[in-house]
């Protein structure tokens, strides 16, 4: 089965740096890498997502690249704010006929003001 | 109405209880998912229902029972659970019925087994 490797497991920046959060995956069938933000005590948010056809995706400060090549993908934030604290989690499916989503670990990200 | 929602937000049980949870969405979405989540975890696949069939069951407990009463509502019947069972349990649902693609998690119900 599809396993998804996630670093750093805990980034910490300064506020108005860039963060980047890496992750890799095995299988090489997997066509669809979303990433999910979760502060703490609130449900998973998708922020962005990326699909196989696709190399690279923005939206404002998010902006998530894909080698699937080397099988990794990237999440990007730029001029990161204190509210961008959260645990981020990367995933990766084959979509289509396969409904799972296989998690990284998780990073936890912390912005200080 | 573009959430998930879920209740209730927090539930305490004894391990000879039996209590449901419910999970709710409005957007004709017709793939549904439970999740079991701990701390500091990534949330882990429990159950998944596509057009109101259970589509994948990730080899849980008994104890854990999942329901499509249609396509709006998801609930997940609880019984004879033990302590490490404590957990935030979350619901999503997909537009994609085939599944493995954007998923939209609900708030969760935050669970303690006493």
């Known amino acids: 089965g599809e396993n998804v490797e996630q670093h750093p497991s805990t980034l910490s920046v300064q506020e108005g740096d860039s963060a980047v959060i890496k992750c890799t995956y095995s299988d090489s069938a997997s066509n669809y890498f979303p990433w999910y933000k979760q502060e703490l005590g609130k449900r998973p948010q998708l922020i962005i997502d990326i699909r196989s056809n696709v190399g690279e995706k923005k939206d404002q400060r998010i902006a998530v690249t894909l080698n699937k090549t080397a099988k990794h993908f990237s999440l990007h934030i730029t001029e990161t704010q204190p509210e961008d604290s959260a645990v981020y989690f990367c995933?990766?499916?084959?979509?289509?006929?396969?409904?799972?989503?296989?998690f990284g670990k998780g990073t936890l990200l912390t912005v200080n003001p | 109405d573009t959430e998930v929602t879920q209740t209730p937000k927090h539930l305490v049980m004894g391990m000879t209880n039996k209590k449901s949870l419910k999970c709710e969405q409005h957007?004709?979405?017709?793939?549904m998912y439970w999740y079991k989540q701990k701390a500091k975890k990534p949330p882990e696949l429990m159950f998944v229902?596509?057009?109101?069939?259970?589509?994948i069951n990730e080899s849980v407990p008994s104890r854990f029972s999942p329901e499509c009463p249609n396509s709006s509502l998801l609930n997940l019947h609880l019984h004879a659970l033990q302590p490490e069972d404590s957990a935030l349990y979350l619901c999503a649902s997909s537009p994609s019925p085939s599944g493995g693609y954007e998923q939209y998690f609900g708030p969760g119900t935050r669970l303690t087994v006493t």
């Open positions: 957007m004709g979405h017709r793939a």
């Open positions: 229902y596509s057009y109101e069939k259970l589509s």
């Open positions: 995933a990766a499916s084959r979509g289509g006929s396969n409904y799972k989503l296989t």
